[in-house]
């Protein structure tokens, strides 16, 4: 028989048990940022979009970076999805854009876990990506800190293959101790609709992906641009056949779409030589950003490109001055004849002059396309046309793309990932539409911060710059734009048409603000793509303290502080400069002894680092500064 004691035992220990695995249980969920059972810890007000706030379509609490954020569902406007069955979910649309969560009171040292419920039914059937900020701010509301998360899968929602579940984007970050206020950004990673449902802020999370700092600052500070030049600015045309673009013009962004394309493809070509002769008085190299039937000397031989496409979204509806292109093959117009009979159709022997001038010959894509309407499939049939073409002239593959028409609102994770794998590093001309726009204007017009900057889900793969449009009316413009640049220690894109290039007025404005640029001697003027690669070098520069200071006799008394810089991009970066401390006494690159005439008087240590190479720098501080 068992005794009393025996039985009382046991239920304590059965409770024990219990009680410890229900402890495990709810951590394990509180550690997932799940809710346990009968308990919400849920710190996110309006977490289920209920409340609405003072701007239409958006709930109480909640921000956003422009619109295309709102609140959409069965229950609200029955487009759209929702998860919990509230027949609710926000809607994100726009790579410029993002959802900001209500601010939540936080205490500093304390993890803070994030998760949100992501679909996409996106309109070119791509998956797409998106990730966490956290954001950290003070009392007064200043932000301090900002915490990035990888970026993480949304999933594809079909007609056809509806998913099984959501995707959920998640992560966690420790407040820092300067934090009292948390709001959390939902960014995409392209122009692909996502569904938002579901969002739940708590503390805990330490088993979802960590959120790093994105503010840490390098331990050596590497001045923007190279020989200590302040800003750069690239001179760049778009340079289109008749066929290339022109028979094709879009009205609503076309100024000159009710004209003659083959007078335009004259005037293109006229361009290129009063650009050239202008650009040679001032030893200015600049880019052209070609289409594909640029690089022929004619077509005798009837070749088919890209499958002879047609291309539906160019129609009436969608800003073209006709329905002609949707159903007609895009390159249906080309006569088939040489550049000495259709000399507007081809341009195959402007090629080699403006290579020998320097100039560089960049992508306006093959077919002149509209970015955001292509599907993955037709980007990639249009970059390898241009490549093969391109090559049968000299020409490498395109490094740089500037989008005809401004057209890369609408683009997918998936078209991204095409213009990448096809060598793409940098592009421009971006939409100008806000939840599209990288750069947004001020109240003056110009670019708000003109600086380059990461293509967002392709940091350290694909920068995107701004660009300024030149016509007579803005050149004072582009002067403040240029002025705007330095001041900011950024750069700026200065483009028009090469057929706009054969007015007066326009030559005048080019004049005008080349010889501005070029005479200000501040300013590196070159062309887009080294631009481009200056910076893509630079911010992946890889920059570590080194352990164990090392003493030297021959420097006195003071420690040396080394640093490993390590150049592991596929760019040169000729005449990086390195702003040293102010208190340097000594500067040593591998051990070798830099004279102080090269360095002292302007506080700049120059360096050659070429692509994959690794040096190491050591500093010596003044005798003073190092007790």
Same mark, same amino acid.
């Given at each position: ?7 009382? !035992? ?10 410890? /695995? ?27 979009? @209920? ?9 109480? *609490? ?84 900002? !915490? ?26 420790? =407040? ?46 590497? @001045? ?9 600015? @690239? ?33 293109? +070509? ?19 950003? =070609?289409? *594909? ?6 077509? +005798? ?19 073209? +001055? ?6 007609? &093959?895009?390159?249906?117009?080309? $006569? ?23 100039? #560089? ?42 989008? &005809? ?37 001020? #109240? ?8 380059? +900057?990461?293509? $967002? ?8 710059? &701004? ?19 330095? =001041? ?22 080019? #004049?005008?603000?080349? !010889?501005?640029?070029? /005479? ?27 352990? #164990? ?10 420690? =040396? ?19 040293? &401390? ?19 008087? !302007? ?25």
């Amino acid at each position: 028989m068992i005794s009393r004691q025996f039985a009382l !035992s046991a239920i304590i220990v059965s409770f024990i048990i219990g009680a410890v /695995g229900v402890f495990l249980f709810i951590s394990q969920r509180l550690e997932r940022c799940a809710a346990p059972p009968f308990v919400d810890p849920n710190l996110l007000p309006n977490a289920r979009f @209920a409340t609405p706030g003072d701007v239409t379509g958006l709930p109480e *609490g909640w921000g956003r970076g422009a619109g295309g954020v709102e609140v959409r569902g069965p229950a609200v406007d029955g487009q759209g999805f929702d998860l919990d069955g509230d027949g609710r979910a926000l809607q994100l649309i726009g790579i410029a854009n993002y959802a900001l969560t209500p601010p939540i009171g936080v205490q500093p040292g304390t993890a803070y876990c994030f998760t949100v419920a992501t679909l996409t039914d996106s309109l070119l059937r791509s998956p797409t990506r998106a990730r966490l900020v956290f954001e950290w701010y003070d009392d007064q509301g200043v932000l301090r800190e900002r !915490s990035v998360t990888p970026w993480q899968p949304v999933v594809l929602w079909t007609p056809e293959r509806p998913p099984t579940a959501w995707t959920t984007i998640a992560g966690y970050a420790r =407040a820092p101790q300067t934090a009292r206020i948390l709001r959390v950004r939902i960014e995409p990673s392209s122009d692909d609709r996502i569904y938002l449902d579901m969002p739940r802020l708590q503390r805990g999370g330490h088993t979802l992906p960590p959120a790093q700092n994105a503010d840490v600052s390098p331990p050596l500070t590497i @001045a923007p641009w190279p020989e200590g030049y302040r800003a750069a600015v @690239a001179f760049t045309f778009d340079w289109e056949t008749a066929m290339g673009g022109l028979i094709h013009s879009r009205s609503v962004d076309d100024p000159l779409a009710d004209e003659d394309p083959i007078q335009r493809g004259m005037r293109m +070509r006229t361009g290129v030589e009063t650009s050239m002769s202008m650009f040679a008085r001032y030893n200015v190299r600049a880019t052209y950003f =070609a289409t *594909g039937y640029n690089f022929l000397m004619g077509n +005798r031989e009837q070749r088919r490109f890209m499958n002879d496409p047609v291309f539906t979204w160019a129609s009436a509806a969608n800003g073209w +001055r006709s329905d002609r292109w949707t159903n007609r &093959p895009w390159f249906a117009d080309d $006569p088939y004849g040489t550049v000495a009979i259709d000399p507007a159709w081809y341009f195959g022997d402007q090629i080699e002059p403006l290579r020998a001038a320097g100039h #560089e010959i960049q992508s306006h894509t093959f077919s002149h396309l509209y970015g955001g309407y292509a599907d993955a499939a037709t980007w990639r049939a249009d970059i390898e046309a241009w490549n093969s073409v391109a090559a049968e002239r000299g020409i490498g593959i395109a490094r740089a793309l500037a989008f &005809p028409w401004s057209s890369s609102a609408g683009m997918s994770d998936a078209n991204w990932d095409v213009l990448e794998q096809g060598g793409i590093r940098a592009v421009t001309r971006l939409s100008d539409y806000g939840p599209y726009n990288l750069f947004p204007l001020d #109240e003056r017009g110009l670019v708000r911060d003109p600086h380059c +900057r990461w293509l $967002p889900g392709r940091e350290g793969r694909i920068i995107s710059c &701004p660009d300024f449009y030149l016509i007579p009316a803005r050149a004072k413009l582009a002067v403040a734009q240029i002025e705007q640049a330095v =001041a900011a220690g950024g750069m700026i894109d200065i483009w028009s048409h090469t057929e706009e290039v054969t007015s007066a007025a326009q030559q005048a404005a080019w #004049e005008d603000v080349v !010889s501005y640029t070029v /005479g200000r001697g501040d300013v590196w003027v070159a062309p887009f793509s080294e631009i481009a690669g200056w910076q893509i070098a630079r911010m992946t520069l890889n920059i570590t303290t080194l352990t #164990e200071p090392t003493a030297s006799t021959d420097r006195g008394r003071s420690m =040396a502080h080394r640093y490993q810089v390590q150049n592991t991009s596929l760019y040169h970066l000729a005449g990086m400069m390195i702003d040293l &401390p102010p208190d340097t006494a000594d500067v040593a690159i591998n051990n070798d002894i830099v004279p102080r005439e090269q360095w002292q008087h !302007s506080g700049l240590l120059r360096v050659d680092l070429a692509a994959g190479q690794t040096i190491e720098v050591t500093l010596w501080p003044t005798r003073s500064s190092s007790r």
